[in-house]
């Protein structure tokens, strides 16, 4: 199921806000106006219940882990257990995806001048790190390796799952041993895996590194050639010394594997006094355990074998609910399932022209923008949610999900199916019915193919649903679906949503905590062809309205203009209307009753980020 | 009998070079292949990718990675694996003990039913038991191994809770994984409950194997017996007067019993099958489900190796089989 | 898991009919047909199989017209109830229903069945004409050629078929069911080419194949006129027992994933979200469309053993 996602991040995205929470925090969201100041706007409400110190927990998933690669791997399963047990990033995020300090002493803003636009190129980001932090040795933690951790981000021989966003950093320069800069600025070609020159450096969004800087030690890995790392025994089988709470007794891969962890005893070295994460950890084992397949690991939550079940989605609910007296909260977040539509050809035969976009037939959702969004209004995403995702997915209303504060515009209509204004839209724009329901245009029928990853139960019934909505508004859809590696490949790999031989898509995206993520799927210049292979925008939109609003907010670091600029954009990308997400899918977790300060951060977090605070309850 | 053994030996050669080049190149055929892997991670930079297809010798022209396959299956680890970070002989033989126990504890329970059955089948033929037996055997052989798998979970496991769902041990019970360090110091010390925990996740899945092999091998050795009881010695044995017991026993049974022992070998490849899909419903940690997790990453080199592992062990059990007939049997001569 | 050792053994027999038949061929093989047919009619349960499998096969695909006929009981694979998912058996869902979009179980049976059977029956005629033709060649020719021949052959007989066709299916593409017969078909010859080999073997050295050859008749005929009309009767047991085999793979490889896909249904592809919700005891999905298999199978597996008494007059019941 995890590989069906699209990962637009290094940290596949999980989830946000539990469910009992979730209307609370978008209460809180709700009421952000954009008079706020910066700081306010991005300061963290996270507060944690105070721990009591002892006892051992359990917590599992179902798919295997093969190795504590914290900076290559993209499974969920290893970073569960490296991002937040076992390494501390720069800082992680919150349920509303706001920042929440770690390593560092502050958040990087403009209000507290640790980001300064030099130029219209140019900015600098300060990393200032807590004083007198260890590395789990006992050695320091310092300045230097986080400019190595940076470094190794960026060398191809590491293979790092994601290098967005690094590749903005011109320089870096060590002030002191707590003190780094990172000079944001234009690079070349090939530096840090860009693929043509970079003219300017401004990177608005430069709070989504925080999380990826899980801070290596240099002093163990620097005399090993990055391209060992992979295989060596510091990632595959016990990483020493590490920065997190908690350090690796015994790893066993595969997919029984367990991964047994004991407090480490330098964590609170430098954090005393800090807001966030200023005390050792409270647990004195913590176990991360797979269980190989969800059925036995959803026994194991329910017979107490395991405090806390992560990894589980809507259809899993029943399961657990049943004779159980532990909690299955479910989250919403950055994972979005959505419809992608062809704007442009598609390229089914262009194979020799190397999909060109002047090659092959065009889609129906070619220069038709009414259709587009009749097709929208008559999809039933009520139906979808309630049906088929349990009833915890949230339809979506713009683009963005509601999670996404303070960018989503909380005063977006509420998406309601409407097949009547459908029908009309489609009357409107010349596509006449004919006698047995199915609409035709200029002798072109409205029909077109839908796709998605094959093999996926959950998928060919979404597929189904939307196919007998769309025939209410006098649609021929078929599908064809495609085994997700060649479905999700990169464009010169002849990916088949990469090289647009498509009409219509259905997946999920899974995005960073910022908005800026979305603009590479919509921006025109990330149209995918022979010359820019690696652009991301398979859909070919291309609307300059929105080329513009999107790059404004890229290159736009102030808090509140961002916001402005991107409630403009959920309202131009409604009426284009390229892409619309179907719901955000909700992550569900098995939380037994001892489970202490269990907080599915969801984003990049994977719900793991706040491992220092676990504690169970009732220990002495 | 060792010229004809050798000689086998030397004809399987081919055999299995022309099935290594067939899956090597075949595999090539995969749309995608190994790189499609990174589909999940579009934030990997083009010169990321290149280092990796690099480190994997993917940039290699294909004959050389063949060479290159074949020269380490030979000689060295088996390549390593793509996504599991160890050498593909490292993990295959740590998945194969799950398999063979699953495949012996299957055979076992299946003779140990089959035979009886079969033998009682034949001396009371067309009794109320044959019939009963000739129908069940029918109702076995018809059944789809995977789908009587999740007939008896449904069953046993949610219905009336006796068995686990699935695994091979409760990680619970020995603190650690199958076949782990910590898990062999567990299991040194307290064998009887570790070989206990084994016994209950075994039920299910040695059962759902084991039907499907009793009907086949019921009716087989029904009619070998049918066969026996026919033979012109037997009908001495009775007409000297021998107790019924004894003429069953001793010269029938006997004679009986030779092809059914033979017959393991040319079982083999079922039982295997049958393993693969069992194991696929009850997460049994061995190499079938390797293989399916294998294929959904599409980790070249661990499906070759997978594959030519169960090849390599067919090829074997077939040599076998004919050396055993060769034996047992004077009218087949191999000189 | 088609039986090789059952086939195998009687082949034995099977050419001994064979050589009676081969005294006079024109003759004897109408009254050897004849004779098959009045055998096979009193198999105490061929009979009835074959007319329970004629029934399943009607009822299957006349799907659409079952449909057009009781749209409230029957539903096309496209059509479902949303506010029915995950009910058990009632009235109107006779199997109940998935727990995805609510789909009527028993009209997917139905419709299901056509591309089961189809898959079957297609993949065997595939690995037939290929079977046949590869064996005939290496048996009847011999020495080196069929040295060739079986040692490739065996190249295919030595990997389990279950291993290679999820992996041919992801060659292919998306898996139509032509393109699953295709596959099954690809993979299920050799058997039968080496059923039709050792038939060959022992018949081209019979009296008429020696006749045929000195009167400068030509191999091909010889092969197809003389020497295959002898062999048919293994040829057919092991093609009734592969339609059965592969009618199993092809469930297990849906079931998986691999294989037919929706908005097709087979029988497999039925079942391929229903251990996901095992646990919560939907025992109507899971049942029902393997009942479906396994009811079929048992009536191939009774027609195939019927054929082999019918064409094999030695056997010993």
């Known amino acids: 199921m995890e590989e069906s996602i699209r990962r637009w991040w290094s940290r596949p995205t999980v989830a946000i806000g539990v469910g009992a929470m979730a209307s609370v925090l978008l209460a809180a969201c709700g009421g952000t106006n954009p008079g706020n100041t910066t700081s306010a706007s991005i300061n963290s409400s996270y507060s944690p219940a105070k721990g009591t110190t002892g006892g051992q927990l359990v917590y599992s998933d179902w798919e295997p882990v093969q190795d504590l690669n914290v900076l290559t791997s993209s499974a969920q399963t290893t970073l569960q257990v490296a991002v937040g047990p076992i390494w501390s990033a720069l800082w992680g995020f919150d349920a509303q995806n706001k920042p929440i300090p770690d390593l560092v002493t502050d958040v990087p803003t403009t209000d507290n001048g640790m ?29 230097n390796d986080v400019k190595f951790t940076v470094d190794a981000i960026c060398n191809p021989d590491v293979g790092a799952s994601s290098q967005l966003g690094f590749d903005h950093i011109a320089s870096q320069e060590v002030k002191d041993s707590t003190t780094l800069i990172w000079h944001f600025g234009p690079n070349k070609s090939g530096t840090c895996g860009l693929s043509s020159d970079l003219t300017s450096g401004i990177y608005s969004p430069y709070l989504i590194l925080g999380l990826s800087v899980t801070v ?94 992560l990894d589980l989605i809507a259809k899993d609910l029943p399961s657990i609910q049943s004779g159980w007296n532990g909690k299955a909260v479910y989250a919403n977040g950055l994972l979005n399932e959505g419809i992608y539509m062809n704007l442009s050809n598609n390229e089914s035969a262009c194979k020799a022209q190397q999909y060109a976009e002047t090659c092959g037939t065009p889609t129906v959702f070619k220069d038709d923008k009414l259709l587009r969004q009749a097709v929208q209004l008559a999809s039933d995403l009520d139906a979808m949610n309630t049906q088929l995702v349990g009833g915890i997915g949230k339809p979506m209303n713009t683009f963005l999900p ?70 209410d508004i006098g649609a021929t859809v078929t599908t064809k679906n495609w085994p997700a590696g060649q479905f999700f490949d990169g464009f010169t790999n002849g990916g088949i949503n990469a090289t647009g031989q498509y009409d219509m898509s259905l997946y999920a995206n899974s995005f960073a905590p910022d908005p800026d993520s979305w603009a590479s799927l919509a921006i025109s210049s990330q149209i995918p062809t022979a010359a820019n292979p690696s652009g991301s925008n398979w859909d070919r939109m291309r609307d300059p309205k929105l080329d513009d609003l999107l790059t404004k907010g890229e290159n736009t670091i102030d808090i509140n203009s961002r916001i402005s600029l991107y409630k403009q954009a959920q309202t131009e990308w409604a009426d284009y209307m390229g892409y619309f997400g179907l719901y955000e899918r909700p992550d569900v977790f098995g939380v037994g009753n001892n489970f202490g300060n269990f907080y599915p951060t969801a984003n990049t977090c994977v719900s793991t980020c706040n491992a220092a605070d676990w504690y169970k309850k009732g220990a002495s | ?204 899945p040695a059962t759902t194997i084991a039907i499907v092999g009793i009907a086949g091998d019921s009716r087989f050795m029904r009619s070998s017996m049918l066969d026996a009881i026919h033979q012109d010695y037997v009908r001495t044995a009775r007409a000297k007067g021998l107790s019924e017991r004894v003429v069953v026993l001793k010269h029938a049974l006997r004679n009986a019993l030779l092809p059914v022992v033979t017959n393991i070998a040319i079982e083999l490849p079922l039982l295997f099958s049958g393993a693969v899909v069992t194991e696929a419903i009850f997460s049994w940690p061995g190499m079938g489900q390797l293989f399916f997790q294998a294929l959904e990453a599409f980790d070249y080199p661990l499906l070759m190796g997978i594959l030519s592992v169960s090849a390599i062990l067919i090829v074997l059990f077939n040599l076998l089989a004919d050396i055993a007939y060769a034996y047992i049997d004077p009218r087949i001569s191999y000189a | 898991m088609l039986d090789t050792r059952q086939v195998g053994g009687e082949s034995l027999g099977a050419v001994t009919a064979g050589a009676l038949a081969g005294d006079d061929v024109t003759v004897r093989q109408f009254s050897f047909r004849e004779l098959t047919y009045r055998r096979f009619m009193s198999h105490p349960t061929a009979k009835w199989a ?72 297609g993949s065997m005629v595939i690995a037939a004409i290929i079977g046949v033709t590869w064996g005939a060649t290496a048996g009847y020719f011999g020495h080196a050629l069929d040295a060739l021949l079986m040692r490739i052959t065996d190249v295919f007989l030595t990997i389990p078929a279950l291993l290679l066709v999820p992996l041919a299916a992801r060659v292919f593409g998306e898996a139509s069911p032509w393109k ?37 008749v030509p191999n091909r005929r010889i092969i197809f006129r003389h020497l295959l009309p002898n062999a048919v009767g293994p040829i057919v047991v092991a093609f009734t027992l592969g339609i059965a085999n592969n009618i199993v793979l092809e469930a297990f490889v849906s079931f998986l994933g691999f294989g037919i896909q929706p908005p097709n249904y087979s029988w497999g592809s039925t079942l391929a979200g229903a251990q996901g919700v095992l646990v919560q005891g939907n025992w109507w999905w899971i049942t029902f469309p393997g009942l479906a298999v396994v009811v079929t199978v048992l009536c191939i597996n009774f027609i195939g053993d019927g054929l082999r008494d019918a064409l094999d007059p030695k056997i010993i019941r």
């Open chain 1, 115 to 143: 980001v300064k636009k030099i130029d219209d190129k140019h900015m600098d980001v300060t990393i200032k790190l807590k004083s007198g932090l260890k590395w789990s040795d006992g050695s320091a933690l310092t300045a």
């Open chain 1, 216 to 309: 290596v030690p240099q002093a163990a890995l620097s005399n090993l050639a990055p391209k060992n790392w992979a295989t060596s025994d510091y990632f595959t089988k016990k990483p020493t010394p590490t920065s997190g709470p908690y350090m690796v007794q015994d790893f066993t891969p595969g997919p029984s594997a367990i991964v047994t962890l004991v407090p480490n005893p330098n964590y609170a070295a430098g954090r005393s006094g800090a807001k966030f994460f200023g005390h050792a950890p409270y647990l004195q084992k913590l176990t991360y355990k797979i269980y190989g397949d969800k059925s036995s690991q959803i026994a194991g939550i329910k017979s107490g074998d395991t405090d806390l079940g």
């Open chain 3, 50 to 121: 074959l007319l329970a499998l004629g029934i399943l096969i009607v009822a299957c695909y006349g799907a659409p017209l079952w449909h057009l006929l009781f749209p409230n009981y029957i539903q096309a694979p496209d059509q479902f109830s949303l506010l029915d998912a995950g009910t058990g058996p009632s009235l109107k869902h006779l199997f109940g229903t998935d727990s995805y979009n609510g789909h009527d179980i028993f009209s997917l049976v139905l419709y299901g069945g056509r591309f089961s059977i189809f898959i079957g029956i």
């Open chain 1, 402 to 471: 509601s999670t996404l504060s303070p960018y989503y515009d909380t005063s977006a209509p509420k998406f309601v199916r409407n097949v009547t204004k459908a029908n009309s839209l489609l009357d409107q724009d010349g596509w006449t019915k004919n006698a047995d329901g199915t609409r035709s245009k200029n002798g072109k029928k409205l029909a077109w193919v839908i796709s998605t990853t094959s093999g996926n139960p959950q998928r060919a019934a979404e597929e189904e649903l939307l196919i007998s909505n769309w025939k």
């Open chain 2, 1 to 204: 009998m060792v010229g004809f053994v050798g000689r086998r030996l030397l004809q399987s050669i081919p055999t299995l070079l022309l099935i290594s080049l067939l899956l090597f190149f075949g595999m090539q055929a995969v749309p995608g292949g190994p790189l499609s892997a990174f589909a999940f991670r579009p934030g990997m930079s083009q010169a990321a990718r290149q280092a990796i297809i690099h480190q994997w010798g993917l940039d290699q022209p294909i004959y050389v990675q063949y060479l290159q396959w074949a020269k380490s299956m030979v000689t060295g680890n088996w390549q390593f694996s793509f996504f599991m970070h160890r050498s593909v002989r490292e993990v295959i033989f740590s998945r194969l003990p799950a398999t063979v126990i699953l495949m012996v504890t299957a055979y076992v329970i299946q003779q140990v039913i089959a035979l009886p059955a079969g033998i009682i089948a034949a001396l009371k033929r067309y009794s109320f038991f044959d019939q009963a037996l000739t129908f069940f055997s029918y109702v076995g052989y018809s059944m789809p191994t995977f789908w009587l798998g999740l007939m008896l979970l449904l069953i046993f496991a949610v219905f009336v809770p006796i068995f686990p769902v699935a695994g091979i041990i409760n990680v619970r019970l020995s603190g650690a994984p199958f076949l782990t360090s910590d898990y062999n110091a567990w299991f040194g010390q307290n064998p009887i409950a570790g070989i206990l925990d084994i016994m209950v996740h075994i039920v299910l």
């Open chain 3, 180 to 216: 699953i017969a295709l596959i099954f078909g690809l993979l299920s010859w050799p058997s039968i080419s080496r059923i039709v080999r050792s038939q060959f073997l022992s018949l081209r050295e019979m009296q008429f194949a020696e006749a045929a050859r000195a009167l400068g």
